[in-house]
T-cell receptor, first 113, second 113 residues
Framework: DVKVTQSSRYLVKRTGEKVFLECVQD?????MFWYRQDPGLGLRLIYF???????EKGDIPEGYSVSREKKERFSLILESASTNQTSMYLC????????????FGEGSWLTVV | GENVEQHPSTLSVQEGDSAVIKCTYS??????FPWYKQELGKRPQLIID?????GEKKDQRIAVTLNKTAKHFSLHITETQPEDSAVYFC????????????FGGGTRLMVKP
């Protein structure tokens, strides 16, 4: 069974704080993703990575950065958290090649006050 | 890039009835169409997928149909049960787009006992 683990399930941070969300997958997948999930807006892609040290912007990268120093780990960074970044963040991984499914982590609920 | 529209946003059915959720996509190069189910507080999980060389796929009470000409695909759930209540997401993926999935906005399905 593929396991995608997000280290923090629930966080409360103050405006302006730097926030790290960590994600680890155990299936040697090439591709990793960070999505944001908000009611009525579905799943929106923030950043993705198709290899170590590689990153690509998704649909809503503003206010976020990412780091992929090791294949199994993909971190999402909020340099200066703002209240409009209060959301549920989902990490996902996927094998290389077309037509492969994506596996999600449990999600991290972030509240910025 | 790809754009995926999903309808309806909410759907309420009586237990035992059928439920149909429809999605349209914009890019004719998309070739992989998965459906995910997300129960309350849990991660999205793949329930069925279809590739562009197939028109229909069934798995017990769920089926997916694909019309490439019209660029739409649908999820059909028959004999609905209360445990089918969840948010369902469709998605589309292109072979040459880093295997990224673009998600629809989601459908909240409520099955009334």
């Amino acid at each position: 069974d593929v396991k995608v683990t997000q280290s923090s399930r629930y966080l409360v941070k103050r405006t302006g704080e730097k926030v790290f969300l960590e994600c680890v997958q155990d299936m040697d997948h090439e591709n990793m993703f960070w999505y944001r999930q908000d009611p009525g807006l579905g799943l929106r892609l923030i950043y993705f990575s198709y290899d170590v040290k590689m990153k690509e912007k998704g649909d809503i990268p503003e206010g976020y950065s990412v780091s992929r120093e090791k294949k199994e780990r993909f971190s999402l960074i909020l340099e200066s958290a703002s209240t409009n970044q209060t959301s549920m963040y989902l990490c996902a991984s996927r094998p290389g090649g077309s037509g492969n499914t994506i596996y999600f982590g449990e999600g991290s609920w972030l509240t910025v006050v | 890039g790809e754009n995926v529209e999903q309808h309806p946003s909410t759907l309420s059915v009586q237990e035992g009835d059928s439920a149909v959720i429809k999605c349209t996509y914009s890019d004719s190069a998309s070739n992989y169409f998965p459906w995910y189910k997300q129960e309350l507080g849990k991660r999205p999980q793949l329930i069925i997928d279809i590739r562009s060389n197939v028109g229909e796929k069934k798995d017990q009470r769920i089926a997916v149909t694909l019309n490439k000409t019209a660029k739409h695909f649908s999820l059909h759930i028959t004999e609905t049960q209360p445990e089918d209540s969840a948010v369902y997401f469709c998605a589309a993926s292109m072979r040459n787009a880093g295997n990224m999935l673009t998600f629809g906005g989601g459908t909240r399905l409520m099955v009334k006992p």
